[in-house]
């Protein structure tokens, strides 16, 4: 009887619990629908506000799927380029696979920006959201980048370099790094290059205001007129062409340009004339010693005769520049000699250190507007002559050029001579005490240096006409 009892005690218990079990579920399950709605509800407010700003009749197909935790959206138009929609779709994936352990959203979209009135920038946006639970609410968590795409169409035509540079001098900076680029990947694939194969490059128009590009977020692909070397196109970081092109089709806003410290006081040592392998090569301990990368204006001869100095010059992080090939007014000299007084200096710095010269001074500052226009570097005068030149005593260059440095100055100074190498423990001391940090030339002017143009100081940049 009493066993009876029991069971049947346990038998309503094991109901009760069945059924509280159900309530319980019931209960739960209102909850999570409830959530479930809220969610959706957070998903279509998302959609909404991050389309609101694209133009409807663009984007007129969409694609959904779930991965996961992870929903994801995806918006392009109708007419849209298959690459692009494939682009669009391998970037939407790969985030959303990256988000599939979250409660989260992945949404997509082709987002147009007019730069000017012939260019667009096209961008392929893929933004996460991530689902917070307190707050039923999403809370934005980035933009995926890696795989974005920017394409730039000129009336959905191919773009063309001229649609993005500004200027000849634009063009003509962006062509020496593309030139000093093939000769190195041209280079890499033999031992040494003959000066036929630098000559073809250096004077070869391969590439034009007119080459076909395409635009990335962190480089530029340039397609050349004709193949060089059997190369028919080359990727140019956008870091280093930066302030030659438009700055709005940049889509990775943080590859800004390398600029100075405003707080601070900088000047720009330069030597000129060598390398030799006495006084050159005591300067470059020196430098070593007090941790001051400087700029050398070097001749081509002069590195013909010492090529492990200039190797050591780019080796230790110096700066190097071109200071024509014999020294020589070009004022006064024919077109023809001026380009081969640059072409053999160019030759030289290459085939010693592998780098081409991005900055030019001209022999006694002597220039003019069609000298300027032949060479197509930057050119780099000075305002603070140290005058090491005529005088024998390493106190005066010293004073000389203490009196009258200021914030931004290019200081000249030739490291063929003993007594000028001599004085720059004294002055780098005495600046250094006024404030003064030590930069090269191309820091100074960050980097955005162009040709046609010549630099006496970071304020004092002249035009040529
Ligand atoms: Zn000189």
Request: aromatic residues 8%; charged residues 30%; neutral net charge.
């Amino acid at each position: 009887m009493e066993k009876k009892l029991l069971l049947l005690s346990i038998l309503c218990a094991l109901i009760l619990a069945l059924l509280m079990g159900v309530i319980y579920k019931y209960l739960m399950n209102q909850e999570y629908l409830k959530e479930q709605n809220n969610f959706e509800e957070q998903v279509e407010k998302i959609i909404e506000s991050e389309l609101l700003e694209q133009d409807k009749n663009q984007i007129d197909q969409s694609k959904r799927g779930d991965n996961q935790y992870n929903k994801y959206y995806m918006f392009h138009s109708k007419t849209e380029n298959k690459n692009t929609i494939n682009e669009l779709e391998a970037q939407t994936k790969a985030a959303s696979q990256q988000m599939k352990g979250f409660r989260s959203i992945i949404i997509s979209y082709v987002d147009e920006e007019k730069v000017n009135d012939t260019i667009v920038n096209r961008n392929l946006v893929t933004k996460k959201y991530i689902w917070d639970k307190k707050a039923k609410s999403f809370n934005y968590s980035g933009k995926v980048i890696e795989l974005s795409e920017i394409l730039l169409y000129k009336n959905r035509n191919e773009p063309r370099l001229k649609d993005i540079i500004n200027d000849e001098a634009d063009f003509l900076a962006i062509k020496r790094i593309v030139q000093e680029q093939v000769l190195n990947i041209h280079a890499s694939s033999k031992y040494t290059l003959d000066d036929e194969e630098i000559n073809y490059v250096l004077a070869n128009d391969f590439l034009t205001n007119n080459s076909k590009i395409t635009i990335y977020p962190n480089t530029l692909e340039v397609f050349f007129d004709k193949e060089v070397f059997g190369i028919k196109k080359m990727s140019i970081s956008i870091e280093k062409i930066l302030p030659f092109i438009n700055p709005k089709i940049v889509s990775d806003k943080d590859v800004l340009k390398k600029e100075l410290d405003t707080s601070k006081k900088y000047v720009a040592l330069t030597f000129d004339d060598g390398p030799n392998d006495t006084s050159t090569i005591k300067l470059l301990e020196k430098l070593k010693k007090e941790n001051i990368k400087a700029t050398f204006f070097v001749l081509g001869q002069m590195v013909d005769r010492n090529p492990e100095v200039a190797k050591q010059i780019v080796r230790e992080g110096h700066e190097i520049g071109s200071h024509s090939y014999t020294h020589p007014d070009l004022t006064q000299l024919h077109p023809k000699e001026i380009k081969e007084e640059v072409l053999k200096t160019d030759k030289a710095v290459f085939h010693a250190t592998g780098v081409l010269p991005k900055i030019f001074r001209p022999p006694y500052g002597a220039i003019n507007g069609s000298v300027a226009q032949i060479i197509g570097l930057p050119i780099i005068q000075w305002n603070v002559d140290s005058e090491d030149w005529k005088v024998s005593n390493k106190e005066l260059i010293v004073n000389k050029v203490v009196q009258t440095v200021e914030h931004g100055s290019i200081i000249l100074i030739h490291d063929i001579h003993e007594i000028s190498v001599d004085s720059i423990p004294d002055m780098v001391n005495h600046l250094r005490k006024n404030g003064y940090e030590f930069v090269t030339v191309s820091e100074l002017l960050s980097y955005s240096q162009k040709p046609l143009n010549q630099y006496f100081g970071i304020n004092d940049n002249r035009k040529f006409k």
